[in-house]
């Protein structure tokens, strides 16, 4: 069965630090894979998605995500993370597998 | 606008209520899903449905209903057999399943007392 799994619950990081959000993915073919992002008490937003072609994917304010087929991982990159990219994060798989989750927190 | 309409944005029912929840797209979509969520547990699949007058149950479907008579609609049921009822209900649309995004509506947040 697809599933994914996002190891980090929660995660903190200083307001222009560099961000790493993990996920890993567990299908036999290469899926369809999404980031979306969700402030507090809103629906959630798509990032980025990956459907095949170069592994590097760009996304919406600044973010881009590496699909890795040997990790079977597609972690979320921000070279430069700002207070308003408090929220939390959820990878996808197709689209109706999501992960648990990984809240992130932006220190002054 | 184009986009997602979830109503009400939050919603009281006594224990032992039936109470439904509502959710309509004006984008056209052929897919549309409910969805769950409780803290620490990510979005869990109540129900979907790929066209009208059909639809599945997804992974948490007992204690929940669903119809889908016009493609704008898919309101959602909680019914009095839904043991734990008390959550942030997620509604969301797609021009299709699999390779398609989701949009997603506002949210409705339950107290069921």
């Known amino acids: 069965a697809q599933s994914v799994t996002q190891p980090d619950i929660h995660i903190t990081v200083s307001e222009g630090a560099s961000l790493e959000l993990r996920c890993n993915y567990s299908?036999?073919?290469?899926?369809?894979l999404f980031w979306y992002v969700q402030s507090p008490g809103q629906g959630l937003q798509l990032l980025l998605k990956?459907?095949?072609?170069?592994?590097l994917v760009q996304g919406i304010k600044g973010f881009e995500a590496e699909f890795k087929r040997s990790q079977s991982s597609f972690n979320l990159r921000k070279p430069s993370v700002h207070w308003s990219d408090a929220a939390e994060y959820f990878c996808?798989?197709?689209?109706?597998?999501f992960g648990a989750g990984t809240r992130l927190t932006v220190k002054p | 606008d184009g986009g997602i309409t979830q109503s009400p944005k939050y919603l009281f029912r006594k224990e032992g209520q039936n109470v439904t929840l509502s959710c309509e797209q004006n984008?056209?979509?052929?897919?549309m899903y409910w969805y769950r969520q409780d803290p620490g547990q990510g979005l869990r699949l109540i129900y979907y449905?790929?066209?009208?007058?059909?639809?599945q149950k997804g992974d948490i479907a007992e204690g929940y209903s669903v119809s889908r008579e016009k493609k704008e609609s898919f309101p959602l049921t909680v019914t009095s057999a839904q043991k734990n009822p008390t959550a942030f209900y997620l509604c969301?649309?797609?021009?299709?399943?699999?390779?398609?995004?989701?949009?997603f509506g506002p949210g409705t947040r339950l107290t069921v007392t």
């Open positions: 449905s790929q066209i009208v007058n059909d639809f």
């Open positions: 990956y459907f095949s072609g170069d592994t």
């Open positions: 969301a649309s797609s021009q299709g399943q699999g390779a398609h995004e989701q949009y």
């Open positions: 996808a798989v197709y689209d109706m597998r």
């Open positions: 299908y036999g073919a290469t899926p369809y």
């Open positions: 984008l056209n979509h052929d897919a």
